[in-house]
């Protein structure tokens, strides 16, 4: 049973799950690096069934919580209230603003599996890494629906991996299990599954203001569970990390 949800970020990702969530009738939990007291905006825009807290306490407070931070600021992810907890994993590798990381460089690692380490004491899943933020807002759609879409989840704990797809059954999408956080590559930055798939072709020669409106204003591209396990399956893996520049939005 969910009815709680916890956010450890409030930016674009952030922002877009807790207006599905509170869209789909449950209580969000808002937090940030910054304090509570930034969130008010937020959290007046999505009315009685949100509030703002600490890390700690949204992480105490959700029956699932979602991480979505920068990368680079995993470590301050708070791995005691984190502890016997699922947790959603919504980080993407972008070396040119988390730095470099020898052991993704190296493929040693997945960036899940790094944030797994850190929270030793917690049920790490993947998930919501791979759509931009505007078209994980506008693609939702309820369960059944002809033209509803499905995002890839990978974990180690089958228990958690099926949290994570109740979650996203509850915002609007179906999950397609691509296997532990070692094959979370497959969803990663580069991959045939990351991001585009989910968008409309952007039309050439477009001005910065015109491609910003054509990126807000565009409706999504339907991705059926079928066409995300062909992409997953057929992914081959490269260098780990990606660019800011492909509209991920986290």
Same mark, same amino acid.
């Given at each position: ?17 807790? !207006?599905?969530? /509170? ?5 969000? +939990?808002?937090? %940030? ?7 008010? *905006?937020?959290v @007046?825009?999505?009315?009685? =069934?949100?509030?703002?807290?600490t ?10 919580? /979602?991480a979505t931070?920068?990368? =680079?600021? #995993?470590?301050?992810?708070? @791995? ?13 590798? #972008?070396?040119?603003?988390?730095? !470099? ?16 380490? =850190?929270?030793?004491?917690?049920? /790490? +899943?993947?998930?919501? %890494?791979?759509?931009?933020? !505007? ?7 309820p369960?059944?629906?002809? *033209?509803?879409? $499905?995002?890839? +989840? $990978? ?9 994570? $797809? ?6 609007? #999408?179906?999950?397609? *299990? ?47 569970a ?7 399956a ?16 986290d």
């Amino acid at each position: 049973m969910i009815s709680t949800l916890g956010l450890i970020g409030s930016g674009m990702i952030g922002g877009a799950l807790a !207006r599905l969530a /509170v869209g789909a009738g449950l209580d969000v +939990v808002l937090s %940030n690096s910054r304090g509570p007291e930034t969130l008010a *905006d937020l959290v @007046a825009e999505l009315g009685a =069934h949100a509030r703002a807290a600490t890390p700690a306490e949204a992480a105490r407070d959700g029956d699932l919580v /979602v991480a979505t931070v920068p990368l =680079h600021a #995993y470590e301050r992810l708070p @791995a005691a209230a984190l502890a016997g907890r699922t947790v959603i994993d919504t980080m993407n590798y #972008y070396p040119e603003r988390d730095g !470099r990381v020898t052991e993704l460089d190296a493929g040693e690692l997945t960036s899940s599996a790094l944030v797994q380490r =850190h929270l030793a004491g917690a049920r /790490v +899943v993947k998930a919501f %890494n791979n759509i931009d933020f !505007r078209r994980l807002f506008t693609s939702a759609r309820p369960s059944g629906a002809p *033209d509803r879409s $499905a995002l890839p +989840v $990978a974990g180690g704990d089958p228990a958690a991996k099926a949290d994570a $797809a109740r979650l996203l059954d509850l915002l609007g #999408y179906d999950a397609v *299990d691509i296997g532990t956080l070692a094959d979370s590559w497959r969803s990663e930055p580069g991959t045939p599954v990351y991001v585009t798939p989910y968008m409309a072709q952007r039309p050439e020669g477009m001005s910065e203001e015109e491609g910003r409106r054509w990126f807000f204003e565009t409706p999504g591209v339907p991705m059926p569970a079928a066409r995300v396990e062909e992409l997953t399956a057929t992914a081959v893996r490269g260098p780990a990390g990606g660019s800011r520049a492909a509209l991920s939005g986290d």
